[in-house]
């Protein structure tokens, strides 16, 4: 099952593309991936549905090599970290629960 269908089938259609640019940036390394959560991170923190999806695709992302590939589990497990603590730190009211629903 892709990322896409397990999304659609718990109810959340996917409104970016953080998933394909990771899946892209995976392929050229632990700086792209790097990288690529700077761009995103910097672009969108203040957007709460795009800053919600994107803890999503991180979250997935340390599954998807949690067994086969430490060192991007790790690097996207301190990524997540980072995202979900400002999410957490900055939503506030309706923005803070749809953060919470959508990834819970």
Do not use: C, P
Request: glycine share 2%.
């Amino acid at each position: 099952m892709t990322f896409r269908e397990f999304m659609q089938e718990n109810g959340y259609e996917l409104q970016t593309t953080f998933w394909n640019d990771f899946s892209i940036a995976d392929r050229f390394g632990l700086s792209a991936v790097q990288d690529t959560f700077n761009r995103a991170f910097e672009e969108w923190k203040e957007n709460y549905k795009y800053l919600t999806e994107l803890v999503l695709v991180l979250n997935h992302k340390v599954w998807q090599y949690h067994e086969k590939r430490s060192d991007y589990a790790t690097l996207y497990n301190t990524l997540y970290i980072q995202a979900d603590q400002y999410a957490a730190e900055n939503l506030k009211d309706e923005e803070l629960s749809y953060f919470y629903d959508v990834t819970d």
